[in-house]
């Protein structure tokens, strides 16, 4: 079992960067597959990105490849968002999660999930 505590999150202006965390508890972090996902307001959790147990393979939705970074660091018990260029669509709750089998692209993949973190991009 793993516990997830997302931070980072806050009002940035379009064009503007923030950096998520993602500190998981436990000794097994390393076990976990670990994704990000968001949800605006009367929309459904959307995939972000998504980090395999190493780092070696890395999945990023098409309406954030290139503007968005995923990494993680075991040692810390951490994964990351790195998001540039930052878009008023942008702005969601941003959620991250971890499970150890399934699909990287759906809430389904997941079985541990954090509380989230707003992220607003002003225009």
């Known amino acids: 079992q793993v516990q997830l505590v997302e931070s980072g999150g806050g009002l940035v202006q379009a064009g503007g960067s923030l950096r998520l965390s993602c500190a998981a508890s436990g000794r097994t972090f390393s076990t976990y597959r670990m994704g990000w996902f968001r949800q605006a307001p009367g929309k459904e959790r959307e995939f972000v990105a998504g980090?395999?147990?190493?780092?070696?393979?890395?999945y990023y939705a098409e309406s954030v490849k290139g503007r968005v970074t995923i990494s993680r660091d075991n040692a810390k018990n951490t994964v990351y968002l790195q998001m540039n260029s930052l878009k008023p669509e942008d702005t969601a709750v941003y959620f991250c999660a971890a499970d150890v089998r399934g699909r990287y692209d759906s809430t389904q993949g997941y079985g541990y999930w954090g509380q989230g973190t707003q992220v607003t991009v002003s225009s």
């Open positions: 980090i395999d147990r190493t780092g070696s393979n890395i």
